[in-house]
């Protein structure tokens, strides 16, 4: 007052003697916010703060547990782990984790129960118990694919989801065993393993068919998984009844694999069609199936393999019954590029036929028109010399006119289908004679059967009520064909298409193609795709980092590690509900990704 700071509080009394100024001044309010971590995480935020601050609180999980929820005063808030609250008086805010639960699936063969599958903590220890029915046994375990022998419990510690299965045998079985038996030559289950390739097929049927009725021989069903893989068992007694010879092994014509259905990640299409190959193939394709054709026309294996093998100018020394090509590409095999096109050739075949044939007879069995031309170029290759070459005209004009037969007025629709056929064909021959590498094949590939899908295919099946669109509507229909490489991002193409650019990688998670090699991945945000020699080279827009990756090296997986170029060092990435966590192996810590 007047110059002076009067003591006092905000209201004093003052006399008054002359002219007199006063001025009243004020602080902001300051408060404490507590921020407190209940088990299994930590949090920040805490402090000092002015009234009406808006402070923001984080929590961060730590390994093995999971954010449940802020409890701010008495209050529980809503929103993720990351939130923001607005100062206005003394306040406490309480983040809540709960450890993380896994899932023991548990399924028991014939003869048998299962009891203990559940939900359970991280580390917990669950037990899973076999009971067999009267006149069986317990046999054995199998865990997350790997046998265990024992007895009727299982113990299992729950670090991830896992997936127990119990195998149960007849009495009568038991007590076989204990008696020496010279004949069986069999001591203990064989597992049947193998990929499923039109492109890769997802959760297609597989079965095991040993007496040619196309009905499967195993007690579960079996599906290929989203890599296209897949693998059942056969036990010890299964495998003495299927061995007819006595030989002590599985011969190719002692039981065959089939695949049906499913969705071929290469187009995100159902496949309607069947691949067949025999018991002791790892890999079930268009071109095992003419194998196992030709093995069932009456030559043995590998007489079967090199007829195929010369049909298509192939290396001599792969087995297209073993030989996956696009694992082979990727690893720069030389003799992948023929193999792909072969594959990829007899692929577009059966794909168009199956689609073509339901224009002309809706009600034709999914999977036989396929299969039928597969063995009408099956009986060509048997009956050629290793000169000659498959008519492909002939074995898809004569296998439409024997499955219309019945059909009035079909001669145009064969014809015209036949050339729509031979000249995505014509297109896949083009790819070999390019003189591409393997990957670089495998790519024009890929984008060539993704482009006869949208053009060809989808496009006759959506013709349905347009009775033109193979007669008169056929010029411009071919007119239209358009299989040429528009440089496809190549991720992009070894992904499952879901519809608006949106695709699926089996190994790389969900992302959006915009073209010119940027995608939108969820949750990693922009990136840069360069496709290197032996991986990929990508640029983190969020990061502003170049990362490199792959699915695989040698059979060994990589992602999610990335090798960063800016600190020289490998990085793992964590997903969880709060976005992305990334490990430094360098400065063993953890952070969370901007």
């Known amino acids: 007052m007047g110059g002076e700071s009067v003591s006092g509080g905000a209201e004093i009394v003052f006399e008054i003697t002359g002219p007199t100024s006063a001025e009243a001044t004020f602080s902001l309010n300051q408060y404490a916010l507590d921020v407190i971590a209940g088990t299994g995480g930590t949090v920040s935020g805490a402090g000092t703060y002015g009234h009406g601050t808006e402070v923001t609180l984080l929590a961060t999980a730590d390994e093995g ?81 790997t046998k265990i022998s024992g007895n009727e419990e299982l113990t299992v510690v729950m670090t991830d989801t896992r997936d127990a299965t119990a195998y149960f045998k007849l009495q009568e079985q038991v007590a076989n065993e204990d008696e020496p038996n010279e004949e069986n030559q069999f001591t203990e289950p064989l597992e049947i393993a193998g990929v499923a390739i039109d492109g890769y097929l997802e959760n297609a049927e597989v079965i095991f068919d040993v007496d040619g009725d196309g009905i499967s021989e195993l007690s579960q069903k079996v599906y290929t998984k989203e890599d296209g893989t897949f693998n059942f068992l056969l036990t010890e007694f299964e495998l003495e009844e299927y061995d007819l010879n006595q030989n002590g092994k599985l011969d190719p014509t002692e039981g065959r694999i089939i695949i049906s259905g499913g969705i071929d990640r290469a187009t995100g299409s159902v496949f309607e069609g069947r691949l067949i190959s025999d018991a002791n193939a790892t890999v079930v394709s268009p071109l095992s199936t003419l194998v196992t054709q030709l093995i069932e026309k009456g030559l043995d294996k590998s007489d079967a393999l ?51 044939i339901k224009k002309a007879t809706p009600d034709f069995q999914s999977g036989q028109i396929g299969l039928d031309m597969m063995d009408a170029i099956a009986y060509q290759i048997m009956e050629s010399s290793s000169e000659e070459r498959i008519d492909l005209d002939k074995a898809v004009t004569d296998t439409f006119e024997q499955a219309l037969a019945k059909l009035p007025n079909q001669d145009e629709f064969v014809q015209n289908a036949t050339l729509l056929i031979t000249a995505a064909d014509k297109k896949h021959l083009e790819v070999q004679d390019s003189a591409m590498d393997a990957e670089q094949t495998m790519f024009a590939l890929l984008e060539q059967q993704r482009k006869v899908d949208e053009q060809i295919i989808k496009a006759v099946k959506n013709s349905v009520g347009n009775e033109t669109f193979l007669t008169s509507d056929l010029e411009k229909v071919l007119g239209d064909l358009d299989l040429s490489s528009g440089g496809a991002n190549p991720l992009a193409l070894l992904s499952k298409p879901l519809g608006e650019n949106w695709h699926s990688s089996a190994w790389f998670g969900n992302f959006l193609d915009i073209g010119n090699q940027w995608i939108f ?71 969370r990704r901007k």
């Open 521 to 591: 991945h969820y949750p990693l945000g922009w990136l840069y795709i360069y496709k290197a020699e032996n991986g990929y080279w990508i640029w983190d827009a969020q990061l502003e980092d170049w990362w490199w990756t792959v699915e695989k090296v040698q059979g060994r997986k990589v992602f999610p590690w990335i090798y960063s170029d800016e600190s020289k060092g490998w990085v793992y990435l964590l997903v969880d509900e709060n976005g992305v966590k990334a490990y430094d192996q360098k400065s063993s810590k953890w952070r």
């Open 65 to 145: 547990y999971s954010f449940a929820g802020w409890t701010v005063g008495e209050e529980s808030v809503s929103g993720g782990a990351e939130i923001v609250v607005e100062i206005t008086g003394p306040t406490s805010a309480e983040a809540a984790f709960v450890i993380n639960q896994f899932t023991l699936i548990a399924s028991a063969g014939e003869g048998g129960s299962i009891q203990g599958a559940g939900v359970f903590e991280l580390n917990a220890v669950a037990t899973l118990l076999a009971t067999p029915k009267d006149g069986y046994a317990f046999d054995f375990w199998i865990l997350d694919g």
């Open 306 to 356: 090199v007829k195929v093998g010369q049909a298509f100018d192939l290396d001599d020394s792969v087995d297209l019954t073993q030989f996956d090509p696009y694992a082979e590409a990727m690893e720069g095999s030389s003799s992948a590029v023929a193999v792909l096109v072969a594959n990829h050739r007899m692929a577009n075949i059966i794909n168009q036929s199956e689609a073509l």
